[in-house]
């Protein structure tokens, strides 16, 4: 059997997700392009930007996950646990697109199981993690990795979900090389709080989590205090749930807003929680 050394960590079929109508490759920038020294000293920049990337090129990296044992690589890690993952997010993610709440409620879980190791398996997402232990093999990273991969999903699913549609606007959602990004207007990207690889804490009342799910729809998480009163300092840390039974249910959407390109972009924004 064949190793698989150059790994997605972004999923092609979620890529898929934002091709243009009739078009089946991507316009991808790279906005820290390799560059190269030459004989004579100079140091020139690469090509940064192509209109027609396949998913096979992008987002992809060698050896993120490979494990090591000697001279012996090993790709189970892509394999096996990613295999899965994929093959469950693929469903739920299209699931949450739709409108089927039956849908919703089957793939509620493994939804929120794949943001979550969507958001560790990115080579940011790794970075983090290094960052929490400077000292651990590429070995050890993946058996963390693997370790806390569901780290977020108790502060997401207590949270106020919406999908916000552009169905009906030319201006789309995009993605980028860490799809699962964090955004507290009080931490600008400036802040150290936001220095690579830092975002600012899911757990902070004012952080929302944003996720385009494709080209047309963007999902935004928002803790319950923050969305019950914007007013509230966007820095302290969200009320923890105590020892009380909890329930989830999902209903029906319950309407949608409009709103006009003056105030957002995309010009159409519609909202819809579940």
Same mark, same amino acid.
């Given at each position: ?24 490759? +991507?316009?991808?920038? *790279? ?53 899965? =993952? ?5 469903? %739920? =993610? ?10 919703? @409620?089957? $793939? ?7 943001? *979550?190791?969507?958001?560790? &398996? ?29 780290? $977020? ?10 999908? =916000?549609?552009?169905? *009906?606007? #030319? ?5 980028? #090389? ?14 150290? %709080? ?8 899911? %757990?902070? &009342? ?7 799910? #494709?080209?047309? @729809?963007?999902?935004? +998480? ?22 009380? &039974? ?10 949608? &807003?409009?709103?006009? @390109? ?5 010009? %159409? ?6």
């Amino acid at each position: 059997m064949s190793i698989t050394r150059n790994n997605h960590y972004v999923p092609q079929w979620y890529q898929q997700g934002f091709f243009e109508p009739g078009c089946s490759s +991507l316009a991808y920038v *790279d906005t820290t392009p390799d560059r190269k020294v030459l004989a004579d000293g100079r140091v020139i920049t690469q090509r940064g930007a192509w209109d027609s990337t396949p998913t096979s090129l992008a987002f992809r990296q060698k050896d993120l996950y490979s494990t090591f044992f000697g001279t012996s690589v090993n790709d189970e890690i892509e394999r096996r646990l990613f295999g899965d =993952v994929d093959a469950r997010g693929s469903q %739920a =993610v299209r699931a949450f697109i739709g409108t089927d709440i039956g849908e919703w @409620h089957d $793939h509620f879980q493994d939804f929120f199981e794949f943001l *979550d190791i969507q958001k560790l &398996r990115t080579p940011k997402g790794l970075d983090w993690l290094k960052a929490q232990y400077p000292n651990l093999t590429q070995n050890e990273l993946m058996f963390e990795m693997q370790g806390i991969c569901m780290l $977020h999903c108790a502060i997401w699913v207590g949270g106020v979900p919406e999908i =916000v549609s552009a169905e *009906d606007s #030319d201006v789309k959602f995009i993605t980028s #090389d860490h799809p699962v990004t964090i955004y507290n207007h009080a931490v600008p990207p400036t802040d150290g %709080a936001c220095a690579y690889p830092l975002d600012p804490g899911i %757990a902070l &009342r004012g952080s929302q989590t944003l996720y385009p799910m #494709d080209r047309d @729809h963007c999902l935004i +998480l928002t803790n319950l205090e923050y969305a019950k009163d914007p007013r509230t300092d966007p820095l302290q840390k969200r009320t923890f749930a105590r020892n009380y &039974r909890c329930h989830l249910r999902t209903k029906s959407p319950s309407g949608s &807003r409009q709103r006009p @390109h003056r105030q957002f972009a995309p010009s %159409a924004l519609s909202h819809r929680p579940w």
